[in-house]
C-alpha cells in the first residue's frame, strides 16, 4: 500500500504523436498523481485520454517528455514488465475477462503470473469478491454474468496483485446509467480505502465532478479545472 499522498506517477512535457508524426495526440502534457486520489481525465473522444493512461501504465512509450511511474521509467521494457505485473492495474470500457472461464478462474490469471501461492490466491481473491459483493457468483462463467457483474470483476482482477495506481478506460462506457455509477462508486471507494491512485479517462462530466480531481483534455493539452 502507498503512502497517502505520496507522488505515484510524473509526466513532464509529454508528447506523443502518431503515423510518422502527422497526427499529434499529446503536446507536451504534465501531470502528477498522488497515492489515494482519484483524477479525471475528461474530453471527447479522440481528446487523447486512452493516449495518456497507456503511456502511465506502459503500453506505449512518450516521443518527447519524463514520465516516472511508481518510481519507474516506462520506456524501459524491463521496468513496464515490473509496471504491468506489480505495480498498475488496468480496467478498461470492455472488460477484457476470459468469458469461458469462471469469475474466480479469471481472478487467478494474474496471481499466476507472479507466482503467488495458492494460499495467498485465495485470500485475496475471497477479500476482494466480498468487497464488491461477487461471493454467490465466484463460479460462474464471465458471459452468464451481467454487465456490471463483468466489470466489477474485471475491478477485482486489476487489484489482485495490490497495485498502487489503477487505470480505468471509460470502465462505465457501455454500462446503463444506474450500473455505471455503481461501478464508479467501487473504484472511488477502493482508492480511498487501500491508498490506491486512480486515473479515471471519461467524457462523462457527472463522473468527472465525482473525482478528487479534474484534469479536462482537449486538443493534446491539459487543464486541471475545479470540480
Do not use: Y
Request: neutral net charge; charged residues 25%.
Amino acid at each position: 500500500m502507498s503512502e497517502r499522498g505520496e507522488t505515484l506517477a510524473i509526466a513532464k512535457g509529454v508528447s506523443k504523436s502518431f503515423d510518422a508524426g502527422r497526427i499529434r495526440v499529446l503536446d507536451g502534457v504534465s501531470l502528477k498523481v498522488h497515492a489515494g486520489e482519484m483524477i479525471a481525465l475528461w474530453g471527447a473522444s479522440g481528446s487523447g485520454k486512452s493516449t495518456l493512461l497507456h503511456l502511465l501504465g506502459g503500453l506505449d512509450v512518450p516521443d518527447q517528455g519524463e514520465l516516472t511511474v511508481c518510481g519507474l521509467d516506462p520506456r524501459s521494457e524491463a521496468h513496464r514488465l515490473e509496471l504491468r505485473r506489480h505495480r498498475i492495474g488496468f480496467v478498461f470500457q470492455l472488460h477484457n475477462l476470459i468469458p469461458d472461464l469462471t469469475v474466480e478462474e479469471n481472478l487467478r490469471v494474474p496471481a499466476l503470473a507472479i507466482g503467488r501461492t495458492a494460499q495467498a490466491t485465495r485470500a485475496r481473491i475471497d477479500a476482494l469478491v466480498e468487497e464488491v459483493g461477487l461471493g454467490p457468483r465466484l463460479s460462474h462463467r464471465i458471459q452468464d454474468l451481467s454487465g456490471g457483474e463483468r466489470q466489477r470483476t474485471a475491478i477485482c482482477r486489476a487489484l489482485m496483485n495490490e497495485p498502487r495506481l489503477l487505470l480505468a478506460d471509460e470502465p462505465t462506457g457501455s454500462l446503463d446509467e444506474l450500473t455505471g455509477a455503481t461501478v464508479f462508486a467501487w473504484m472511488k471507494r477502493l482508492a480511498e480505502k487501500h491508498g490506491v491512485a486512480v486515473v479515471l479517462a471519461t467524457h462523462e462530466r457527472r463522473f468527472a465532478e465525482a473525482c478528487h480531481r479534474i484534469v479536462r483534455v482537449r486538443d493534446g493539452r491539459l487543464e486541471e479545472i475545479a470540480g
